[in-house]
Protein backbone atom coordinates (compact mmCIF):
# COMPACT_ATOMS: atom_id res chain seq x y z
CA UNK A 1 0.00 0.00 0.00
CA UNK A 2 2.48 2.33 -1.26
CA UNK A 3 0.42 5.73 -2.73
CA UNK A 4 3.91 7.38 -3.83
CA UNK A 5 5.05 4.49 -6.54
CA UNK A 6 0.82 4.35 -7.33
CA UNK A 7 0.91 7.61 -8.21
CA UNK A 8 4.47 7.07 -9.76
CA UNK A 9 3.45 4.27 -12.29
CA UNK A 10 0.31 6.42 -13.32
CA UNK A 11 2.44 8.74 -14.72
CA UNK A 12 4.98 6.72 -16.14
CA UNK A 13 1.89 4.57 -17.92
CA UNK A 14 1.26 7.67 -19.15
CA UNK A 15 4.53 8.76 -20.76
CA UNK A 16 5.32 5.26 -21.53
CA UNK A 17 1.86 4.48 -23.62
CA UNK A 18 2.37 7.91 -25.88
CA UNK A 19 5.40 6.11 -27.21
CA UNK A 20 8.77 7.30 -28.71
CA UNK A 21 9.20 11.06 -29.43
CA UNK A 22 9.39 14.76 -28.26
CA UNK A 23 6.19 15.19 -25.57
CA UNK A 24 4.30 18.29 -23.62
CA UNK A 25 2.88 17.57 -20.17
CA UNK A 26 -0.12 19.38 -20.27
CA UNK A 27 -1.70 19.81 -16.61
CA UNK A 28 -3.96 21.88 -14.19
CA UNK A 29 -3.23 23.26 -10.99
CA UNK A 30 -4.23 20.23 -8.71
CA UNK A 31 -2.31 17.59 -11.39
CA UNK A 32 0.71 19.74 -11.32
CA UNK A 33 1.18 19.41 -7.36
CA UNK A 34 0.46 15.35 -8.20
CA UNK A 35 3.15 14.97 -10.66
CA UNK A 36 6.13 16.90 -8.79
CA UNK A 37 5.52 15.02 -5.48
CA UNK A 38 6.68 12.14 -7.67
CA UNK A 39 9.07 13.20 -10.28
CA UNK A 40 11.21 15.79 -10.64
CA UNK A 41 12.05 18.05 -13.36
CA UNK A 42 15.22 16.00 -14.11
CA UNK A 43 13.54 12.89 -14.42
CA UNK A 44 10.75 13.31 -16.47
CA UNK A 45 13.03 15.18 -18.78
CA UNK A 46 15.07 12.19 -19.00
CA UNK A 47 11.87 10.24 -20.82
CA UNK A 48 11.56 12.64 -23.54
CA UNK A 49 9.13 15.22 -22.00
CA UNK A 50 10.50 18.30 -22.69
CA UNK A 51 7.81 21.30 -22.23
CA UNK A 52 5.49 21.27 -18.65
CA UNK A 53 2.31 23.63 -19.53
CA UNK A 54 -1.35 24.41 -17.45
CA UNK A 55 -3.80 23.61 -19.60
CA UNK A 56 -5.93 27.21 -18.72
CA UNK A 57 -2.26 29.01 -19.89
CA UNK A 58 -3.36 31.19 -23.12
CA UNK A 59 -0.21 32.11 -24.06
CA UNK A 60 1.00 28.67 -25.64
CA UNK A 61 2.32 28.53 -28.97
CA UNK A 62 1.63 25.74 -31.35
CA UNK A 63 4.07 22.58 -31.55
CA UNK A 64 2.24 20.74 -34.14
CA UNK A 65 6.20 18.38 -33.56
CA UNK A 66 4.94 17.45 -30.01
CA UNK A 67 2.85 14.81 -28.70
CA UNK A 68 0.71 16.20 -25.79
CA UNK A 69 -0.27 13.80 -22.57
CA UNK A 70 -2.75 15.55 -20.95
CA UNK A 71 -3.78 14.82 -17.14
CA UNK A 72 -6.56 16.52 -15.37
CA UNK A 73 -9.04 16.55 -12.88
CA UNK A 74 -12.44 15.70 -14.57
CA UNK A 75 -13.66 19.05 -13.36
CA UNK A 76 -16.36 21.27 -15.66
CA UNK A 77 -13.45 23.84 -16.14
CA UNK A 78 -10.90 21.28 -17.10
CA UNK A 79 -13.01 19.80 -19.42
CA UNK A 80 -14.47 22.71 -21.41
CA UNK A 81 -10.41 24.09 -21.68
CA UNK A 82 -10.28 20.36 -23.62
CA UNK A 83 -12.97 20.83 -25.83
CA UNK A 84 -11.29 24.50 -26.58
CA UNK A 85 -8.05 22.71 -27.34
CA UNK A 86 -9.10 19.84 -29.24
CA UNK A 87 -11.29 22.40 -31.45
CA UNK A 88 -8.10 24.31 -31.88
CA UNK A 89 -5.30 21.49 -31.81
CA UNK A 90 -1.67 23.07 -30.75
CA UNK A 91 -0.11 19.70 -31.09
CA UNK A 92 -0.24 16.19 -32.83
CA UNK A 93 -1.93 13.96 -30.97
CA UNK A 94 -3.72 13.78 -27.70
CA UNK A 95 -3.27 11.13 -24.99
CA UNK A 96 -5.56 11.97 -22.15
CA UNK A 97 -5.71 11.13 -19.22
CA UNK A 98 -8.14 11.80 -15.74
CA UNK A 99 -7.61 11.93 -12.47
CA UNK A 100 -11.00 10.02 -11.79
CA UNK A 101 -13.84 9.13 -12.92
CA UNK A 102 -15.63 11.15 -16.34
CA UNK A 103 -19.41 11.32 -16.46
CA UNK A 104 -20.57 9.68 -19.93
CA UNK A 105 -21.88 13.75 -20.92
CA UNK A 106 -18.36 15.29 -20.91
CA UNK A 107 -17.18 11.85 -22.97
CA UNK A 108 -19.17 12.80 -25.55
CA UNK A 109 -18.71 16.95 -25.54
CA UNK A 110 -15.07 15.94 -25.90
CA UNK A 111 -15.76 13.35 -28.90
CA UNK A 112 -18.03 16.35 -30.64
CA UNK A 113 -14.98 18.65 -30.52
CA UNK A 114 -12.84 16.37 -31.36
CA UNK A 115 -13.20 17.55 -35.24
CA UNK A 116 -9.79 16.88 -36.36
CA UNK A 117 -9.13 13.22 -35.00
CA UNK A 118 -6.07 14.57 -32.90
CA UNK A 119 -7.48 12.07 -29.78
CA UNK A 120 -5.25 8.74 -29.54
CA UNK A 121 -7.12 7.49 -26.39
CA UNK A 122 -8.73 8.45 -23.49
CA UNK A 123 -8.07 6.97 -19.70
CA UNK A 124 -8.39 7.45 -16.40
CA UNK A 125 -5.74 6.98 -14.05
CA UNK A 126 -6.92 7.69 -10.68
CA UNK A 127 -3.98 9.44 -9.01
CA UNK A 128 -6.67 12.15 -7.74
CA UNK A 129 -4.41 13.09 -4.17
CA UNK A 130 -1.30 14.42 -2.97
CA UNK A 131 1.25 11.57 -2.24
CA UNK A 132 3.34 12.58 0.67
CA UNK A 133 4.94 9.76 2.06
CA UNK A 134 4.10 6.00 0.71
CA UNK A 135 1.79 5.81 3.76
CA UNK A 136 0.78 9.32 3.71
CA UNK A 137 -1.58 11.20 1.20
CA UNK A 138 -3.37 14.64 1.35
CA UNK A 139 -6.17 16.43 -0.20
CA UNK A 140 -4.93 20.19 0.45
CA UNK A 141 -8.09 21.16 1.81
CA UNK A 142 -8.78 23.82 3.98
CA UNK A 143 -12.17 25.16 5.41
CA UNK A 144 -14.11 21.66 4.52
CA UNK A 145 -16.94 22.50 6.97
CA UNK A 146 -19.41 25.04 7.73
CA UNK A 147 -20.04 24.74 11.47
CA UNK A 148 -20.63 21.18 12.23
CA UNK A 149 -21.40 20.32 8.41
CA UNK A 150 -20.03 19.34 5.30
CA UNK A 151 -19.23 22.34 2.69
CA UNK A 152 -21.01 20.04 0.19
CA UNK A 153 -18.07 21.35 -2.47
CA UNK A 154 -15.47 20.03 -0.05
CA UNK A 155 -17.46 16.96 0.86
CA UNK A 156 -17.56 15.94 -3.08
CA UNK A 157 -13.90 16.50 -3.53
CA UNK A 158 -12.95 14.51 -0.08
CA UNK A 159 -15.22 11.21 -1.36
CA UNK A 160 -13.42 11.68 -4.89
CA UNK A 161 -9.92 11.80 -3.13
CA UNK A 162 -10.85 8.91 -0.80
CA UNK A 163 -12.39 6.81 -3.93
CA UNK A 164 -9.27 7.76 -5.99
CA UNK A 165 -6.73 6.12 -3.32
CA UNK A 166 -8.49 3.06 -2.59
CA UNK A 167 -9.19 2.19 -6.79
CA UNK A 168 -5.01 3.24 -7.00
CA UNK A 169 -4.35 0.56 -4.19
CA UNK A 170 -6.95 -1.71 -5.82
CA UNK A 171 -8.66 -2.12 -2.29
CA UNK A 172 -12.79 -2.43 -1.87
CA UNK A 173 -12.88 -1.91 1.95
CA UNK A 174 -15.55 -2.18 5.03
CA UNK A 175 -16.09 0.75 5.71
CA UNK A 176 -16.17 1.93 9.57
CA UNK A 177 -16.62 5.87 11.17
CA UNK A 178 -17.23 7.70 14.40
CA UNK A 179 -20.20 7.53 15.21
CA UNK A 180 -20.12 10.87 17.21
CA UNK A 181 -19.33 12.47 14.25
CA UNK A 182 -21.99 13.01 11.45
CA UNK A 183 -19.52 14.27 9.09
CA UNK A 184 -17.52 11.09 9.73
CA UNK A 185 -20.88 9.49 8.87
CA UNK A 186 -21.75 11.37 5.27
CA UNK A 187 -18.50 11.23 4.27
CA UNK A 188 -18.61 7.22 4.87
CA UNK A 189 -22.31 6.79 3.37
CA UNK A 190 -20.65 9.34 0.38
CA UNK A 191 -17.50 6.81 -0.72
CA UNK A 192 -19.91 3.85 -0.21
CA UNK A 193 -22.42 5.56 -2.58
CA UNK A 194 -19.32 5.66 -5.23
CA UNK A 195 -18.55 2.24 -4.34
CA UNK A 196 -22.09 1.08 -5.61
CA UNK A 197 -22.36 3.13 -8.29
CA UNK A 198 -18.74 1.95 -9.92
CA UNK A 199 -19.16 -1.29 -8.90
CA UNK A 200 -17.51 -2.54 -11.79
CA UNK A 201 -14.44 -0.79 -10.48
CA UNK A 202 -14.02 -2.34 -7.76
CA UNK A 203 -14.11 -5.90 -8.57
CA UNK A 204 -10.98 -6.90 -6.87
CA UNK A 205 -9.87 -10.23 -5.41
CA UNK A 206 -10.90 -11.03 -2.85
CA UNK A 207 -8.34 -11.08 0.36
CA UNK A 208 -8.99 -13.25 3.37
CA UNK A 209 -8.99 -10.15 5.62
CA UNK A 210 -11.06 -7.64 3.91
CA UNK A 211 -9.35 -4.29 3.60
CA UNK A 212 -10.86 -1.55 6.44
CA UNK A 213 -11.69 1.91 5.36
CA UNK A 214 -11.78 3.81 8.93
CA UNK A 215 -13.01 7.37 8.92
CA UNK A 216 -12.68 9.49 12.12
CA UNK A 217 -12.95 13.08 13.18
CA UNK A 218 -10.24 15.48 14.55
CA UNK A 219 -12.73 16.88 16.74
CA UNK A 220 -12.42 13.44 18.90
CA UNK A 221 -8.67 14.60 19.19
CA UNK A 222 -8.12 18.44 19.38
CA UNK A 223 -4.77 18.46 21.76
CA UNK A 224 -2.69 16.42 19.81
CA UNK A 225 -2.03 19.55 16.44
CA UNK A 226 -1.65 22.06 19.31
CA UNK A 227 1.34 20.67 20.74
CA UNK A 228 4.85 21.09 19.28
CA UNK A 229 6.86 18.52 17.32
CA UNK A 230 10.14 17.35 18.49
CA UNK A 231 10.46 14.87 15.16
CA UNK A 232 12.23 15.99 12.06
CA UNK A 233 9.54 16.29 9.47
CA UNK A 234 6.96 17.32 11.73
CA UNK A 235 8.97 20.61 13.06
CA UNK A 236 9.79 21.73 9.64
CA UNK A 237 6.02 21.46 9.17
CA UNK A 238 5.01 23.17 12.08
CA UNK A 239 8.03 25.53 12.59
CA UNK A 240 8.71 26.55 8.59
CA UNK A 241 6.15 25.18 7.07
CA UNK A 242 6.14 22.38 4.73
CA UNK A 243 4.00 22.56 1.09
CA UNK A 244 4.05 19.53 -1.20
CA UNK A 245 7.83 18.85 -0.10
CA UNK A 246 8.78 22.51 -0.51
CA UNK A 247 10.15 24.89 2.29
CA UNK A 248 10.08 28.66 1.78
CA UNK A 249 13.47 30.38 3.98
CA UNK A 250 13.12 33.75 2.08
CA UNK A 251 12.68 35.25 5.68
CA UNK A 252 15.69 33.47 7.20
CA UNK A 253 18.23 35.96 8.41
CA UNK A 254 21.48 35.84 5.51
CA UNK A 255 19.68 33.30 4.20
CA UNK A 256 21.92 33.03 -0.12
CA UNK A 257 19.70 33.24 -3.39
CA UNK A 258 20.15 29.72 -3.99
CA UNK A 259 18.35 27.75 -0.26
CA UNK A 260 15.43 30.29 -0.49
CA UNK A 261 12.99 27.59 -1.53
CA UNK A 262 14.53 24.12 -0.88
CA UNK A 263 12.68 20.61 -1.16
CA UNK A 264 12.44 17.85 1.06
CA UNK A 265 11.77 14.44 -0.63
CA UNK A 266 12.02 11.23 1.35
CA UNK A 267 12.64 9.92 -2.45
CA UNK A 268 15.64 11.78 -3.57
CA UNK A 269 17.12 12.63 -0.33
CA UNK A 270 18.95 10.06 1.70
CA UNK A 271 19.32 12.05 4.68
CA UNK A 272 15.67 13.60 4.78
CA UNK A 273 14.65 9.46 4.25
CA UNK A 274 16.88 8.16 7.34
CA UNK A 275 16.06 11.16 9.56
CA UNK A 276 12.24 11.59 9.10
CA UNK A 277 11.04 10.38 12.09
CA UNK A 278 13.74 10.94 14.27
CA UNK A 279 13.87 13.31 17.30
CA UNK A 280 15.96 16.86 17.04
CA UNK A 281 18.53 15.45 19.23
CA UNK A 282 19.43 12.43 17.36
CA UNK A 283 18.82 14.58 14.25
CA UNK A 284 22.21 17.00 15.56
CA UNK A 285 24.13 14.27 15.95
CA UNK A 286 23.21 13.22 12.44
CA UNK A 287 23.91 16.70 10.55
CA UNK A 288 27.53 16.93 12.67
CA UNK A 289 28.28 13.40 11.05
CA UNK A 290 26.68 14.40 7.70
CA UNK A 291 29.44 17.23 7.49
CA UNK A 292 32.23 15.33 8.36
CA UNK A 293 31.79 12.73 6.06
CA UNK A 294 31.44 15.83 3.62
CA UNK A 295 34.47 17.02 4.99
CA UNK A 296 36.29 13.74 3.98
CA UNK A 297 35.17 13.14 0.68
CA UNK A 298 35.51 16.82 -0.18
CA UNK A 299 38.39 17.67 -2.85
CA UNK A 300 41.87 18.86 -0.91
CA UNK A 301 41.98 22.72 -2.54
CA UNK A 302 45.86 21.55 -3.30
CA UNK A 303 44.59 18.54 -5.24
CA UNK A 304 46.68 18.66 -8.31
CA UNK A 305 45.48 17.24 -11.84
CA UNK A 306 48.38 15.72 -13.71
CA UNK A 307 46.99 13.32 -15.91
CA UNK A 308 44.30 12.46 -18.17
CA UNK A 309 43.37 9.73 -15.34
CA UNK A 310 43.33 12.42 -13.01
CA UNK A 311 41.20 14.88 -14.45
CA UNK A 312 38.79 11.38 -15.14
CA UNK A 313 38.54 10.54 -11.69
CA UNK A 314 37.49 14.22 -10.60
CA UNK A 315 34.73 14.81 -13.30
CA UNK A 316 33.62 11.13 -12.52
CA UNK A 317 33.19 12.13 -8.96
CA UNK A 318 32.00 15.68 -9.58
CA UNK A 319 27.93 14.89 -9.57
CA UNK A 320 28.31 13.02 -6.42
CA UNK A 321 30.04 15.58 -4.96
CA UNK A 322 27.85 18.38 -6.22
CA UNK A 323 24.95 16.49 -4.86
CA UNK A 324 26.39 15.60 -1.62
CA UNK A 325 27.21 19.04 -0.95
CA UNK A 326 23.74 20.86 -2.14
CA UNK A 327 21.86 17.96 0.29
CA UNK A 328 24.46 19.26 3.32
CA UNK A 329 24.09 22.86 2.43
CA UNK A 330 20.23 22.20 2.61
CA UNK A 331 19.96 20.07 5.68
CA UNK A 332 22.56 22.73 8.00
CA UNK A 333 20.60 25.88 7.06
CA UNK A 334 17.52 24.14 7.79
CA UNK A 335 18.42 22.13 11.39
CA UNK A 336 20.23 25.42 11.74
CA UNK A 337 16.98 27.87 11.17
CA UNK A 338 15.09 25.35 13.64
CA UNK A 339 17.61 25.33 16.36
CA UNK A 340 17.21 29.42 16.06
CA UNK A 341 13.38 29.65 16.54
CA UNK A 342 13.30 26.96 19.04
CA UNK A 343 15.59 28.89 21.25
CA UNK A 344 14.12 32.28 20.27
CA UNK A 345 10.73 31.49 21.29
CA UNK A 346 12.08 29.15 24.34
CA UNK A 347 10.04 25.99 23.03
CA UNK A 348 11.96 24.08 25.24
CA UNK A 349 10.34 25.26 28.13
CA UNK A 350 6.95 25.56 26.69
CA UNK A 351 6.68 22.02 25.04
CA UNK A 352 7.54 20.41 28.71
CA UNK A 353 4.22 22.67 30.00
CA UNK A 354 1.94 21.50 27.23
CA UNK A 355 3.15 18.28 27.87
CA UNK A 356 2.30 18.34 31.14
CA UNK A 357 -1.10 19.23 30.72
CA UNK A 358 -1.41 16.98 27.47
CA UNK A 359 -0.67 13.92 30.27
CA UNK A 360 -0.70 15.00 33.97
CA UNK A 361 -3.73 15.83 35.88
CA UNK A 362 -2.30 18.11 38.48
CA UNK A 363 -4.37 21.03 37.98
CA UNK A 364 -2.84 23.66 41.00
CA UNK A 365 0.82 23.20 38.99
CA UNK A 366 -0.47 23.52 35.22
CA UNK A 367 -2.26 26.49 35.89
CA UNK A 368 1.12 28.16 37.90
CA UNK A 369 3.30 27.19 34.81
CA UNK A 370 0.67 28.10 32.33
CA UNK A 371 0.67 31.80 33.91
CA UNK A 372 4.15 32.12 34.32
CA UNK A 373 4.81 31.45 30.87
CA UNK A 374 1.91 34.05 29.55
CA UNK A 375 4.21 36.85 31.40
CA UNK A 376 7.52 36.00 29.71
CA UNK A 377 8.26 38.25 26.84
CA UNK A 378 10.43 35.37 25.07
CA UNK A 379 6.83 33.23 24.49
CA UNK A 380 5.56 33.94 21.39
CA UNK A 381 1.70 35.18 20.73
CA UNK A 382 0.68 31.81 19.12
CA UNK A 383 2.47 29.85 21.47
CA UNK A 384 1.06 31.75 24.18
CA UNK A 385 -2.45 30.71 22.81
CA UNK A 386 -2.27 27.27 22.04
CA UNK A 387 -0.81 26.86 25.44
CA UNK A 388 -4.40 28.59 27.01
CA UNK A 389 -6.28 26.38 24.50
CA UNK A 390 -4.94 23.44 25.94
CA UNK A 391 -5.85 24.22 29.26
CA UNK A 392 -9.32 25.13 28.49
CA UNK A 393 -10.02 21.37 27.00
CA UNK A 394 -8.01 19.60 29.83
CA UNK A 395 -9.39 21.29 32.55
CA UNK A 396 -13.05 22.46 30.48
CA UNK A 397 -15.43 21.59 33.78
CA UNK A 398 -12.91 22.18 36.66
CA UNK A 399 -14.26 23.55 39.61
CA UNK A 400 -11.98 26.25 39.76
CA UNK A 401 -10.92 27.21 36.45
CA UNK A 402 -8.50 30.01 35.68
CA UNK A 403 -9.72 30.62 32.60
CA UNK A 404 -10.83 33.82 32.45
CA UNK A 405 -7.92 35.33 34.54
CA UNK A 406 -5.50 33.78 31.77
CA UNK A 407 -7.65 35.26 29.02
CA UNK A 408 -7.01 38.69 30.58
CA UNK A 409 -3.09 37.93 30.78
CA UNK A 410 -3.85 37.40 26.52
CA UNK A 411 -5.06 40.67 26.67
CA UNK A 412 -2.42 42.10 28.37
CA UNK A 413 -0.04 40.93 26.10
CA UNK A 414 -1.72 42.39 23.34
CA UNK A 415 -3.03 39.11 21.95
CA UNK A 416 -5.32 40.07 19.03
CA UNK A 417 -8.71 39.25 19.42
CA UNK A 418 -8.87 36.73 16.49
CA UNK A 419 -6.42 35.23 18.57
CA UNK A 420 -8.49 35.17 21.71
CA UNK A 421 -11.81 34.22 19.87
CA UNK A 422 -9.68 30.96 19.02
CA UNK A 423 -9.66 30.04 22.87
CA UNK A 424 -13.48 28.87 22.85
CA UNK A 425 -13.93 27.88 19.38
CA UNK A 426 -10.98 25.04 19.48
CA UNK A 427 -13.51 24.23 23.14
CA UNK A 428 -16.61 24.61 20.93
CA UNK A 429 -15.03 21.90 17.98
CA UNK A 430 -13.22 19.72 20.24
CA UNK A 431 -14.48 19.65 23.98
CA UNK A 432 -16.00 16.96 26.24
CA UNK A 433 -19.51 17.76 24.82
CA UNK A 434 -18.81 16.57 21.45
CA UNK A 435 -15.94 14.02 21.87
CA UNK A 436 -16.87 10.22 21.26
CA UNK A 437 -13.93 9.39 23.49
CA UNK A 438 -12.26 9.67 27.03
CA UNK A 439 -9.46 11.78 25.64
CA UNK A 440 -8.17 13.09 28.92
CA UNK A 441 -9.32 10.75 31.56
CA UNK A 442 -8.62 6.65 31.59
CA UNK A 443 -12.78 4.94 32.50
CA UNK A 444 -11.81 1.46 31.88
CA UNK A 445 -9.76 -0.86 33.88
CA UNK A 446 -6.90 -1.26 31.30
CA UNK A 447 -6.73 1.73 30.73
CA UNK A 448 -6.22 3.00 34.38
CA UNK A 449 -3.75 -0.09 34.98
CA UNK A 450 -1.60 1.35 32.07
CA UNK A 451 -1.59 5.21 33.62
CA UNK A 452 -0.56 4.01 36.37
CA UNK A 453 2.44 1.65 35.26
CA UNK A 454 3.43 4.14 32.91
CA UNK A 455 3.25 6.89 36.13
CA UNK A 456 5.12 4.12 38.21
CA UNK A 457 8.26 3.39 35.47
CA UNK A 458 8.60 7.44 34.56
CA UNK A 459 9.26 9.45 31.35
CA UNK A 460 12.09 8.06 29.02
CA UNK A 461 11.41 11.94 27.40
CA UNK A 462 9.15 14.57 28.58
CA UNK A 463 9.17 16.10 25.50
CA UNK A 464 7.72 13.38 23.74
CA UNK A 465 5.35 11.82 26.68
CA UNK A 466 2.10 11.98 24.89
CA UNK A 467 0.59 9.36 23.15
CA UNK A 468 -2.30 10.34 20.12
CA UNK A 469 -5.73 9.16 20.49
CA UNK A 470 -5.06 7.41 17.13
CA UNK A 471 -2.15 5.40 18.31
CA UNK A 472 -4.78 3.78 20.85
CA UNK A 473 -7.76 3.52 18.56
CA UNK A 474 -5.34 1.77 16.05
CA UNK A 475 -4.20 -0.47 18.93
CA UNK A 476 -7.60 -1.67 19.72
CA UNK A 477 -8.06 -1.89 16.13
CA UNK A 478 -5.49 -4.43 15.37
CA UNK A 479 -6.67 -6.42 18.28
CA UNK A 480 -10.04 -6.55 17.35
CA UNK A 481 -10.92 -4.74 20.45
CA UNK A 482 -12.66 -1.77 18.98
CA UNK A 483 -16.15 -1.40 19.91
CA UNK A 484 -18.80 -1.28 17.27
CA UNK A 485 -21.29 0.85 19.10
CA UNK A 486 -18.46 3.75 18.91
CA UNK A 487 -17.15 2.68 15.63
CA UNK A 488 -19.62 1.19 13.69
CA UNK A 489 -19.38 -0.62 10.31
CA UNK A 490 -21.59 0.95 7.32
CA UNK A 491 -24.00 -1.92 6.00
CA UNK A 492 -22.65 -4.93 6.81
CA UNK A 493 -19.50 -5.99 8.58
CA UNK A 494 -18.62 -8.93 7.16
CA UNK A 495 -17.65 -10.60 3.90
CA UNK A 496 -19.74 -12.83 4.17
CA UNK A 497 -22.41 -9.95 4.52
CA UNK A 498 -20.56 -7.66 1.98
CA UNK A 499 -21.31 -10.31 -0.48
CA UNK A 500 -24.87 -11.95 0.06
CA UNK A 501 -26.41 -11.59 -2.90
CA UNK A 502 -29.77 -9.41 -2.48
CA UNK A 503 -28.73 -8.48 0.76
CA UNK A 504 -26.59 -4.78 1.76
CA UNK A 505 -23.17 -4.74 -0.02
CA UNK A 506 -20.12 -2.37 -0.47
CA UNK A 507 -19.28 -3.91 -3.60
CA UNK A 508 -20.08 -6.77 -5.61
CA UNK A 509 -17.39 -9.86 -5.85
CA UNK A 510 -19.08 -11.72 -9.34
CA UNK A 511 -21.34 -10.50 -11.79
CA UNK A 512 -23.93 -13.13 -10.66
CA UNK A 513 -23.52 -10.88 -7.54
CA UNK A 514 -24.26 -7.79 -8.81
CA UNK A 515 -27.23 -9.07 -10.67
CA UNK A 516 -29.39 -11.14 -8.47
CA UNK A 517 -32.67 -11.48 -9.25
CA UNK A 518 -35.03 -9.00 -7.47
CA UNK A 519 -31.65 -7.01 -6.52
CA UNK A 520 -30.92 -3.40 -7.60
CA UNK A 521 -30.58 -3.30 -11.22
CA UNK A 522 -26.96 -1.12 -12.73
CA UNK A 523 -26.64 0.02 -16.25
CA UNK A 524 -23.74 1.96 -17.59
CA UNK A 525 -23.35 3.10 -21.04
CA UNK A 526 -19.83 4.21 -22.88
CA UNK A 527 -19.27 6.17 -26.10
CA UNK A 528 -16.55 5.20 -27.74
CA UNK A 529 -14.64 6.67 -30.96
CA UNK A 530 -11.51 6.19 -33.19
CA UNK A 531 -10.77 5.34 -36.54
CA UNK A 532 -13.28 2.78 -38.76
CA UNK A 533 -11.42 -0.53 -40.02
CA UNK A 534 -10.79 1.65 -43.20
CA UNK A 535 -9.19 4.13 -41.59
CA UNK A 536 -11.20 6.79 -44.32
CA UNK A 537 -14.21 7.80 -41.30
CA UNK A 538 -14.90 7.98 -37.87
CA UNK A 539 -16.69 5.12 -36.49
CA UNK A 540 -18.74 5.46 -33.21
CA UNK A 541 -19.70 2.99 -30.46
CA UNK A 542 -21.98 2.31 -27.06
CA UNK A 543 -21.17 -0.28 -24.94
CA UNK A 544 -24.11 -0.74 -22.46
CA UNK A 545 -25.13 -3.09 -19.57
CA UNK A 546 -27.10 -4.24 -17.09
CA UNK A 547 -29.60 -6.44 -16.61
CA UNK A 548 -31.40 -8.44 -19.41
CA UNK A 549 -35.10 -7.88 -20.41
CA UNK A 550 -36.48 -10.41 -18.91
CA UNK A 551 -34.55 -10.00 -16.02
CA UNK A 552 -32.76 -13.34 -14.74
CA UNK A 553 -29.00 -13.24 -16.83
CA UNK A 554 -26.86 -9.83 -17.19
CA UNK A 555 -26.29 -8.92 -20.50
CA UNK A 556 -23.50 -6.51 -22.62
CA UNK A 557 -24.45 -5.28 -26.13
CA UNK A 558 -22.21 -3.61 -28.32
CA UNK A 559 -23.76 -0.98 -31.12
CA UNK A 560 -21.14 -0.31 -33.74
CA UNK A 561 -21.85 1.80 -36.07
CA UNK A 562 -19.18 3.27 -39.10
CA UNK A 563 -18.56 2.48 -42.76
CA UNK A 564 -18.06 -1.13 -43.51
CA UNK A 565 -14.57 -2.97 -43.72
CA UNK A 566 -14.14 -1.78 -47.65
CA UNK A 567 -15.29 1.22 -46.90
CA UNK A 568 -18.19 1.93 -49.30
CA UNK A 569 -21.15 0.63 -46.83
CA UNK A 570 -22.22 1.44 -43.81
CA UNK A 571 -22.61 -0.92 -41.11
CA UNK A 572 -24.13 -1.86 -37.92
CA UNK A 573 -23.22 -4.48 -35.57
CA UNK A 574 -24.77 -5.65 -31.83
CA UNK A 575 -22.72 -8.15 -29.84
CA UNK A 576 -25.07 -9.42 -26.99
CA UNK A 577 -24.61 -11.43 -24.56
CA UNK A 578 -27.29 -13.09 -22.06
CA UNK A 579 -29.42 -15.90 -22.59
CA UNK A 580 -30.07 -17.42 -25.83
CA UNK A 581 -33.18 -16.72 -27.68
CA UNK A 582 -35.16 -19.97 -26.50
CA UNK A 583 -33.79 -19.35 -23.17
CA UNK A 584 -32.06 -22.93 -22.62
CA UNK A 585 -28.38 -22.00 -23.41
CA UNK A 586 -26.65 -18.98 -22.17
CA UNK A 587 -24.67 -17.41 -24.99
CA UNK A 588 -21.46 -15.13 -24.27
CA UNK A 589 -19.55 -13.16 -26.78
CA UNK A 590 -17.10 -10.98 -25.51
CA UNK A 591 -16.07 -7.59 -27.07
CA UNK A 592 -12.77 -5.57 -27.01
CA UNK A 593 -12.04 -6.86 -23.62
CA UNK A 594 -8.08 -6.03 -23.09
CA UNK A 595 -5.80 -7.80 -21.06
CA UNK A 596 -5.95 -7.25 -17.26
CA UNK A 597 -2.86 -5.38 -15.62
CA UNK A 598 -0.34 -7.43 -13.28
CA UNK A 599 -2.39 -9.50 -10.27
CA UNK A 600 0.77 -7.89 -8.06
CA UNK A 601 0.84 -4.50 -9.44
CA UNK A 602 -1.10 -1.20 -9.29
CA UNK A 603 -4.32 -0.87 -10.74
CA UNK A 604 -3.65 0.83 -14.20
CA UNK A 605 -7.41 2.57 -14.49
CA UNK A 606 -10.21 1.53 -16.10
CA UNK A 607 -12.50 2.46 -19.06
CA UNK A 608 -9.88 3.18 -22.38
CA UNK A 609 -11.31 3.74 -25.36
CA UNK A 610 -9.03 4.30 -28.58
CA UNK A 611 -7.44 2.64 -31.48
CA UNK A 612 -6.04 -0.36 -30.91
CA UNK A 613 -2.23 -0.86 -30.95
CA UNK A 614 -2.00 -2.02 -34.54
CA UNK A 615 -4.40 1.15 -35.39
CA UNK A 616 -7.07 -0.59 -37.35
CA UNK A 617 -9.90 -1.84 -34.57
CA UNK A 618 -11.07 0.97 -32.07
CA UNK A 619 -11.12 -0.67 -28.78
CA UNK A 620 -12.89 -0.86 -25.28
CA UNK A 621 -10.54 -2.06 -22.01
CA UNK A 622 -11.15 -2.34 -18.43
CA UNK A 623 -7.79 -2.67 -16.99
CA UNK A 624 -8.02 -4.38 -13.33
Same mark, same amino acid.
Given at each position: ?????????????????????????????? %?? $?????????????????????????????????????????? %??????????? !?????? +??????????????????????????? =??????????????????? $????????? @?????????? *?? /?????? =???? !???? #??? *????????????????????????????????????????????????????????????????????????????????????????????????????????????? /?????????????????????????????????? #?????????? $??????????? *????????????????????????????????? !???????????????????????????????????????????????????????????????? +????????? =??????????????????????????????????????????????? +??????? %?????????????????????????????????????????????????????????????????????????? =?????????????? *??????? #??? $?????????? %???? +?? @???????????
Amino acid at each position: MNVTLAVKQYVTRMIEDSGPGMKVLLMDKD %TT $SIVSMVYTQSEILQKEVYLLERIDSQNRDNMKHLKAICYLRP %TKENVESLIQE !LRRPKY +SVYFIYFSNVISKSEIKALAEADEQEV =VAEIQEFYGDFIAVNPHLF $SLNLQGVAR @GRSWDPTMLA *RS /TQGLTS =VLLA !LKKC #PVI *RYQLSSDMAKRLAESVKLIITKEYELFDFRKTEVPPLLLILDRSDDAITPLLNQWTYQAMVHELLGLNNNRIDLSRVPGISKDLREVVLSADNDDFYANNLYLNFGEIG /TNIKNLMEDFQKKKPKGQQRLESISDMKAFVDSY #PQFKKMSGAV $SKHVTVVGELS *RLVAERQLMEVSEVEQELACQNDHSSAQQKVRR !LLRLPGVCELDAVRLVMLYALRYERHSNSALPAMMEELAKRGVSEKYRKMVHSVVEYGGKRVRG +SDLVTATDA =VAITKQFLKGLKGVENVYTQHQPLLQDTLDQLVKGKLRDAQFPYLGA +SSLRDRY %TPGGPHLGASSLRDRYTPGGQQHQRQVLTWGPSPGGQQPQRQVHTWGPSPGGQQPQRQVHTWGPSPGGQQPQRQ =VHTWGPSPGGQQPQ *RQVHTWG #PAA $SETGTHLGAL %TWGP +SP @GGQQPQRQVLT
